[in-house]
């Protein structure tokens, strides 16, 4: 018997322009599995996988984390937010991530998804698009809680170590952004200085309603899996509780031993005990769904 094999194909989808005029695009990737000599009849549930802050699709467990769901049986998207600072390498796009918002990538996902439903994604003959899932990472967690309640195609949401407010920062930062027009997080791993621009303020003020993750939360009544390391950030553990109560009819989950990556680091070593944890409980709250 033929053991299953992983196609893997690239897309690249326009994203609109910057006000200079620039282009802007979201790369992607596409996993599926298929057998050597024929491909399956059936269409595989799609699971869309937005990365967070600082995040991009070939980050740490993102490649490995496609893969591992693909080989489960599902179409797995994932893809750079157009404005997430990377074209090639590693933050090699700052002037981007400075201008990057919330509503873009609530754009940049939406672009994704249109495009997935009308069949233009690479392999987009595998998709089931009756059974769209979405699972996001951090910001990209929130994120997917704000795009999930506007889009009904989103039939069920996980989120790893998601975020509870759209504003990521401290009063102290905000104040310098708003002064300044700029303020500057620092990355720790490839020792840069990265812009936050006021646009990211301005956004935020314009979609306060909107952009409240745990009011958007509680109005979801599709199936979520929310998944938090109890040795992530103080803020972030806060948040999760914030999104427990708040919304008390979803599911929460605590990953023991899970820090914001769950252990995982870039470049990708190995899987660790919190990520296996992480997969095991997502595919099982989505293989449910699929039996349902």
Not at 34 to 46: D, H, N
Not at 62 to 80: M, Q
Not at 189 to 214: C, S, W
Request: proline share 5%; aromatic share 10%; hydrophobic share 35%.
């Amino acid at each position: 018997m033929n053991q299953p094999s992983i196609i893997h194909e690239t897309f690249q989808l326009e994203a609109g322009h910057l006000s200079s005029g620039e282009p802007l695009r979201i790369r992607g990737d596409v996993r599926t599995v298929t057998q050597e000599e024929e491909r399956s009849a059936v269409r595989k549930p799609v699971l869309l996988i937005s990365h967070g802050f600082k995040g991009f699709k070939d980050w740490g467990f993102f490649p490995y984390i496609a893969s591992r769901f693909a080989e489960a049986g599902y179409y797995t998207v994932t893809y750079n937010f157009s404005c997430n600072g990377v074209n090639e390498s590693d933050f090699d796009e700052l002037d981007k991530f400075g201008l990057n918002t919330f509503s873009r990538e609530q754009q940049d996902l939406d672009i994704v998804l249109k495009t997935l439903l009308e069949q233009r994604l690479p392999l987009s003959s595998e998709a089931d698009t009756e059974r769209i899932y979405l699972l996001g990472h951090s910001r990209g967690g929130g994120g997917g809680i704000i795009f999930a309640a506007e889009h009904p195609e989103i039939k069920a949401l996980v989120t790893w170590n998601g975020s509870a407010y759209a504003d990521l920062f401290d009063e102290a930062f905000k104040a310098q952004v708003l002064e300044h027009g700029v303020g500057y997080v620092a990355n720790a791993r490839t020792k840069q200085e990265m812009p936050i621009r006021a646009a990211f303020y301005d956004d935020l003020e314009a979609n306060g309603h909107r952009f409240d993750i745990v009011h958007r939360l509680a109005e979801l009544s599709i199936p979520v899996l929310q998944l938090q390391g109890d040795q992530d950030s103080p803020r972030l553990r806060e948040g999760f509780e914030a999104l427990r109560i708040g919304a008390p009819r979803h599911k929460p989950t605590i990953i023991e031993g899970g820090n914001h990556t769950f252990g995982a680091v870039h470049p990708f070593q190995s899987t660790t005990p919190p990520l296996g944890e992480a997969l095991r409980v997502t595919l099982q709250f989505l293989n449910d769904l699929n039996q349902k």
